[in-house]
């Protein structure tokens, strides 16, 4: 499985496959590198950028939020989180706190737990990192990707029940949003995953299908003022490009298209906004991407992958 701060990105435009990971490795010509490796069998599932130029990254094998900071070179363990076996999602929502989705999902036996999935608010403003859990969802089947509203409302996708869900993250109340064909997806064996990689920007909702395909977007209203999001009840998703095996995605810096992960091509690529495609970038069983934040790293690409490891790859 491989499934954002997102929200300042553009008005202009508009997440996995779990075949057993390869070696890791990136083409030369797209001047790339490794730059760090988790130890032992470590998946990265996501990774975003702290304002700080840290990598967030959420690991799948055990439920722990690790970082790495480029500039020392240094990953350490930030938080652990507790009833869970794995972290899918995260996204900031405000400067330095963010919304990170655990639950159980083995990565020996490829199996998930419905049930099981919950939100926690990971507030790092302070001199120690502070995880507090939001809510538990009985009903989630397998929620992997993640997106806010606002700094309390978050969107959330839900790969086994082709939904997205509203949660605010004060309240722990939440609602489906929308449920529809193009989020859904066969089940391989007893997996099923469908929506996954998930952004939101100007009212505009974009997702991949990994099991079923595709890069959509879809409108979606938010009020401010109530808190509430919806869709009018004629409005399906369009579909962008038909992706094979999509998950994680990024808006470019320069808002020229997004960047998708598709791990079973072992390819980083790019989507405009007419849906024209080129590769951007090679790299094993890639899973997450993020552009730096910094002056000196704005064009880098950074990209995560099931084996655990971090790659940076330039952007011209």
């Not at 020996?108 to 302070?126: C, M, N, P």
């Not at 449920?179 to 391989?188: F, G, I, L, R, V």
Request: proline share 5%; net charge neutral.
């Amino acid at each position: 499985m491989w499934v954002l701060s997102f929200m300042a990105a553009s008005a202009a435009l508009f997440t996995s496959s779990f075949a057993l990971p390869p070696a890791d490795t990136l083409a030369p010509r797209q001047a790339a590198s490794s730059i760090y490796k988790l130890p032992g069998s470590a998946w990265i599932e996501n990774l975003v950028v702290r304002a700080s130029g840290e990598l967030l990254l959420a690991r799948l094998d055990v439920p722990e939020l690790w970082s790495y900071d480029p500039t020392t070179k240094a990953g350490t363990k930030v938080v652990g989180f507790t009833d869970a076996l794995s972290l899918t999602g995260i996204t900031e929502v405000s400067p330095d706190v963010y919304a990170v989705i655990s639950g159980n999902f083995s990565t020996r036996g490829f199996s998930v737990k419905a049930g099981s999935w919950a939100v926690w608010k990971v507030d790092l403003t302070g001199v120690a990192p502070k995880a507090t859990q939001v809510k538990l969802v009985p009903e989630s089947g397998f929620f992997i990707g993640v997106a806010p509203l606002d700094k309390s409302n978050i969107l959330i996708a839900d790969a086994a029940k082709a939904t997205l869900y509203q949660m605010n993250l004060d309240t722990g109340v939440y609602s489906v949003v929308l449920t529809d064909a193009s989020m859904k997806a066969p089940a391989q064996g007893s997996l099923v995953e469908g929506v996954h990689g998930l952004k939101y920007a100007n009212g505009t909702a974009y997702f991949t299908n990994t099991f079923g395909g595709g890069f959509y977007k879809v409108p979606i209203a938010f009020d401010a003022t109530t808190g509430k999001a919806s869709t009018a009840s004629a409005v399906k998703p369009v579909e962008i490009a038909a992706l094979t095996m999509a998950e994680d995605f990024i808006l470019a810096p320069d808002g020229s298209g997004y960047f998708v992960a598709l791990p079973n091509a072992n390819t980083v690529t790019k989507i405009t906004s007419d849906g024209k495609s080129s590769k951007a970038a090679t790299a094993a069983s890639c899973s997450s991407v993020a552009f730096g934040r910094g002056d000196g790293d704005k064009n880098t690409l950074y990209i995560a992958t099931t084996n655990g490891a971090v790659f940076a790859a330039t952007i011209a």
